[in-house]
């Protein structure tokens, strides 16, 4: 499973508006009258992604990017940056 999270200095109303214009949710805008304690607990800056998109926001917001690898049974394997250079792949098939 690969994550996403837009950096901390970056306004959250304005993270959200960066995943959707990208195609990535189709939730509404956050009401204005919402504090942004409220959008971020609605919608909060760490994001399911793939690898690709997780590289594209890498590069246009900053922010950090992993990968998570578990076991065939389920449980925790290791937790794997993603780089902007590189293809970001794991060896854990042979597990």
Known sequence: MTYYEFPQKMPIREAFMAWKESGLTDM??????????E???CWPRRRFCNVRTAKK????????A?????????????TTEIRLEGRNRGSYNSI
């Open 39 to 41: 959008v971020e607990a």
């Open 57 to 64: 926001f890498l590069r246009k917001y900053g922010g950090h």
């Open 66 to 78: 992993w990968t998570e690898w578990f076991e065939r049974d389920g449980g925790f394997c290791d």
């Open 28 to 37: 509404p805008d956050p009401p204005a009258g919402m504090t942004d304690e």
